[in-house]
């Protein structure tokens, strides 16, 4: 749909502004009757209507709880219920969803549409269904109902985590060049259209390496997760792109390191006592294409079992082996090697299964199955029904 021209007190005119009464001559994809009072006409796509709105109410009359309501917004009119909360704050729940912003001004009339019974200022779109009258939850309200520029209410909305910049610029009613002004902000940190202010930045890595020294305490034979499965299991509801980021600033700051993709604290990576280095250069010959459980290798070598167990897991630390399953282990390039079938078969046939990744790879299914649990458990693939789908690319990078 286009504007073809517009009218403003019946004269031809080229723009007009907010408050003017204008006529619009448009062409496209809309017949007259499909036209409503107080639609929107918008230059991009706008996000769903909204059900559910924080406003800060200016009563003429008492309210009470989930009294119903007429509210009108602009030219439009709805129904709907309010839900007192502290002081001046409710929420507003729409019978029929509504285009609102940041700001935007409702009339609030009782359910006969005889008496007006308050103002109200939308604060919030959208907000949580649950947890809106937690103590914390309201101040944090009331901080975001005083905010007086645009800049301010980031600023509030960032001391609760992520903000999604395409909401925001919508509830602001701001373009690119807006947003681009209030993205200059010392400390912000941006990864695709979401952004975090550095108070939370540092909360959500602390809970990153106290996730990885969780992580190495319970899984002493891996040299650590890769950055997908850390991702998971450190901050899972949080924003993927943002994490990601922080992941990669840790590692190019030396918070974390990396060994073949793999993450893990700079005190992990620890070396053999001398005695695990005995047993190590006995053990380590015999590693060829197959794989070895502990205790064949340790009948194999003469070498008590829990000595041999804990050599292992201390050559896992350091990427030297990988243990497919409890005591069960592989030379790394090996694993390395099955990596690369997993990538030749994603490319192939779109996904992997236990019997084309057999034939493959010459083995038999309890092992092939083994293999591919691995690669699942730790996140380079993930399994949908009989196939396993590649996951996390960057763990066993080519060379």
Not at 84 to 101: K, S
Not at 323 to 334: E, L, M, Q, T
């Amino acid at each position: 749909m286009r504007v073809r021209a517009l009218h403003a007190q019946n004269q031809p005119t080229e723009t007009a502004n907010a408050g003017q009464r204008i006529a619009l001559n448009i062409a496209g994809d809309a017949e007259k009757e499909q036209i409503n009072r107080g639609d929107w006409l918008l230059a991009d796509v706008p996000p769903e209507p909204f059900t559910r709105v924080i406003v800060e109410l200016q009563t003429h009359t008492p309210l009470t709880q989930w009294q119903p309501l007429h509210i009108h917004h602009a030219a439009s009119h709805v129904t709907g219920r309010v839900s007192l909360l502290e002081d001046n704050l409710a929420e507003l729940v729409f019978d029929t969803p509504l285009w609102l912003a940041d700001n935007d001004r409702l009339v609030l009339r009782d359910i006969s549409a005889r008496n007006t019974l308050a103002g109200a200022r939308v604060v919030m779109l959208n907000p949580p269904r649950r947890g809106k009258r937690k103590p914390e939850y309201l101040q944090w309200l009331a901080s975001l109902a005083r905010a007086q520029s645009d800049a301010d209410a980031l600023s509030v909305h960032l001391e609760r985590g992520a903000v999604n910049l395409a909401d925001f610029a919508w509830a602001r009613q701001l373009n690119g060049e807006g947003m681009r002004e209030l993205l200059q902000q010392p400390g912000y940190i941006q990864a695709g259209y979401s952004l975090l202010n550095a108070p939370v930045a540092a909360r959500w890595q602390r809970k990153i390496l106290d996730t990885l020294a969780t992580y190495h305490e319970q899984h002493r034979d891996e040299p650590g997760p890769g950055r997908e499965r850390l991702r998971r299991m450190a901050l899972p509801m949080e924003d993927e792109a943002l994490v990601l980021l922080l992941i990669e600033k840790m590692r190019e700051s030396g918070d974390i390191l990396s060994h073949h993709g793999w993450l893990h604290l700079p005190d992990h990576k620890a070396g053999f006592s001398e005695e695990q280095q005995a047993i190590w250069q006995k053990a380590e010959p015999l590693f060829g294409d197959e794989p070895w459980w502990v205790r064949d290798l340790a009948k194999e070598t003469g070498t008590d079992e829990q000595a041999m167990r804990l050599t292992l897991r201390q050559a896992a630390q350091q990427g030297i082996i990988t243990a497919i399953v409890k005591d069960r282990y592989y030379r790394n390039d090996r694993i390395v090697e099955f990596a690369n079938m997993i990538r030749d078969l994603d490319q192939e046939c779109g996904s992997t299964c236990a019997a084309d990744f057999r034939d493959r790879l010459g083995v038999g299914r309890k092992l092939a199955i083994q293999i591919l649990e691995y690669f699942d458990r730790i996140g380079f693939t993930r399994r949908r029904g009989n196939d396993h789908l590649l996951r996390d690319a960057l763990l066993f990078p080519e060379k």
